[in-house]
């Protein structure tokens, strides 16, 4: 374990802006906190999580296969630096990748906007959103052109989600991972 990582003081890589109903000294508690002190909401909480895509993955090295981006969550086996107890929930974030010189961490941005290296060996438990679960949501398409992109709906209708200007508009629509991930799984709609 490189003990060096957990020394260093985390600083926020952009600003972060909070809506105005924000007063974390007044009424703020983090889902992060309530699932790790009240049991009833853990419960109700990972249930929520099983409903909307989320899944435990079979083993911790199985996150090095998921593209940057990604969310994730996880739970802390006790052995760490941090001495928390065994099965600390932690809210995660977003998938930066492994860690150039080892795939023994991984680094990911929080949801408060800081980068943290988290070793494999601390996790107990990583939950993923599953891709395939998840609904891509498209703008409703504007003004009609000759360059149409469809996607399939629930009902196998063929239904225009975006008009390119040019044809290389619509070429370069198509080779969204957004537009891929809705064409592959067929979880889509309009917001």
Request: charged fraction near 30%; include cysteine.
């Amino acid at each position: 374990m490189d003990e060096k990582l957990q020394l260093y003081e985390r600083t926020s890589s952009s600003p972060i802006s909070h809506s105005d109903e924000y007063k974390k000294s007044i009424n703020y508690k983090s889902i992060q906190d309530k699932v790790n002190t009240d049991q009833e909401y853990e419960e109700e909480y990972m249930k929520h999580l099983s409903v909307t895509g989320w899944r435990e993955l079979n083993s911790n090295t199985d996150i090095l296969r998921y593209p940057a981006g990604e969310s994730f969550k996880y739970r802390l086996n006790g052995e760490g630096l941090s001495k928390v107890k065994r099965g600390t929930f932690r809210s995660g974030g977003f998938l930066i990748g492994p860690q150039a010189d080892s795939s023994d961490y991984i680094l990911y941005k929080a949801y408060n906007g800081l980068i943290f290296p988290l070793q494999l060996s601390d996790v107990l438990i990583f939950y993923i959103k599953d891709i395939r679960l998840k609904t891509i949501f498209f703008n409703r398409p504007g003004c009609v052109t000759n360059n149409p992109v469809y996607l399939v709906d629930k009902d196998d209708n063929n239904v225009v989600v975006y008009y390119g200007k040019k044809p290389k508009d619509s070429r370069k629509f198509m080779e969204t991972a957004k537009f891929k991930t809705a064409s592959k799984y067929g979880n889509w709609g309009f917001k």
